[in-house]
């Protein structure tokens, strides 16, 4: 088969793949193990959707809008219909909401889907009228982080859950866990374990303290006002503020668009500020960015891909060029880029969920950010890396970066979505 055949072969299995997953105004990133909405699941992929139907990725992102709390939070999941193939369910987060929520959030990457669909529109009259309708939501939601993730203005927000970061079970969170306290756990049962490889998932002790922390918050109502504070988890991640001020500086551009002044002000001063204070997690000795620990005002021993996420940002060229040698340096321990963490950790575990698997998604915005930049060569490996991925092994939730094995659920929504994102780049 020719190359243009190939392409076109796993382009059409991408948009097979989305329709597969559309539950009609939201789509779920794949059938059993994770059967409802996911916040940036769903903004990203719009992103993909917007190929072969606009209308359909607003959608996507208007959907997720709508079950946004009162005080600006928007959650990590919507439970639209009950599944009890999931845990934990609706009934352990108890968070009150109408048409059940979490009480987390997730990485914003609202504001940067809403301006590619935007810029990249075919019908610009859908898109106004669609964008309108999202870009105040989207600032409450930027509002919300500084107010509550921010309380004491540092310019950097922390997550107080793991499963904020989407990286559920990486390297960066093994101390501030282990300080989660257990003792009042009450019993329950997994059921990831029936979807997908139990080496493939984060382990029992890390369960035993992501379902400690719902507790907990769940026992504090669900008040942000105090779920900070209150948290003995509370970590500053450089990938998650780099997307959120990708996100702000991205929100102002299509409020300028819209001729929606104050939220374009408001949210170029919050990237502004974000960006001066983004530079304190660099570290000259890892030669990236890297977590700090909130908890004990201490910054974090890993160097993993959350530290290379900021290339997303508009960091400072000096910046963005380390991060790009950094990727070099990592690439020489792997066959396939880019590893979740660096294969010469002994913490690394090449299959285990965000302990070293590649994931598309941050693929993607990694290659984004060094496109902006202007590191041109990088970007194609990446993507050259990424779509190998899939021709050895189709549309995984992620993969092994030295074997390339699919790994966790496989016809994955986001990865489809990125797989359309990566081809229209080559053509
Ligand atoms: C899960 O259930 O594994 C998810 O990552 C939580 O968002």
Redesign the pocket.
């Known amino acids: 088969m020719n190359t243009n055949n190939a392409q076109k072969t796993m382009y059409e299995r991408a948009v097979e793949i989305l329709d597969l997953n559309d539950r009609g105004n939201y789509t779920v990133p794949t059938s059993g193990l ?1 059967p409802f909405q ?1 916040n940036w699941d769903s903004c990203l992929v719009s992103i993909g959707q917007q190929h072969v139907n606009e209308a359909r990725a607003w959608t996507e992102m208007q959907t997720l809008f709508q079950h946004q709390w009162d005080d600006g939070m928007v959650p ?2 919507v439970f639209h219909e009950l599944d009890d193939g ?1 845990f934990p369910g609706p009934d352990v987060w108890a968070t009150g909401r109408p048409v059940p929520t979490t009480g987390i959030t ?1 990485p914003p990457v609202a504001g940067f889907a809403a301006l590619k669909l935007f810029e990249r529109a075919k019908d610009s009259s859908l898109a106004r009228q669609r964008a309108s309708t999202l870009i105040a939501g989207i600032d409450r939601w930027h509002e919300w982080f500084y107010a509550h993730r921010d309380p004491h203005n540092t310019g950097l927000v922390a997550i107080i859950h793991p ?1 904020e970061s ?1 990286r ?1 079970n990486s390297i960066d969170w093994d101390a501030a866990l282990d300080r989660v306290p257990i003792d009042g756990l009450q019993p329950y049962q997994r059921r ?1 374990l029936q979807h997908a490889d139990a080496a493939h ?2 382990t029992g002790a890390q369960y035993d303290r992501f379902v400690s922390l719902v507790q907990l918050f769940r026992s504090l109502g669900w008040d942000n006002s105090q779920l900070h504070d209150a948290s003995p988890f509370k970590v500053v991640d450089p990938g998650f503020n780099a997307i959120l001020i990708r996100s702000c500086s991205d929100l102002a551009k299509l409020a300028d668009l819209l001729g929606e002044d104050e939220i374009a002000e408001r949210n170029r001063t919050r990237a502004a500020a974000g960006l001066s204070a983004l530079e304190s997690l660099w570290s000259e000795a890892a030669n990236q960015y890297v977590c700090f620990d909130r908890a004990v005002n201490a910054f974090v021993d890993s160097a993993s891909v959350g530290g290379l996420i900021p290339a997303l940002a508009p960091i400072p060229a000096h910046r963005s060029a380390s991060l790009a040698s950094r990727i070099n340096t990592l690439s020489k321990s792997t066959g396939y880029l880019i590893p979740s963490h660096e294969a010469t950790d002994s913490r690394y575990d090449p299959k285990r969920y965000w302990r070293g698997p590649i994931w598309l998604i941050v693929n993607y915005l990694i290659a984004d950010g060094f496109r902006v930049s202007g590191h041109d060569d990088l970007v194609q490996r990446i993507e050259a890396s990424s779509l190998e991925l899939i021709a050895q092994s189709g549309f995984a939730e992620y993969y092994d970066p030295d074997s390339a094995e699919p790994c966790g659920g496989s016809t994955f929504t986001w990865t489809a979505a990125m797989v359309m994102e990566f081809l229209r780049n080559e053509r």
């Open positions: 994770y996911w990590h999941i999931y997730q499963w989407g559920d990831d998932r984060p």
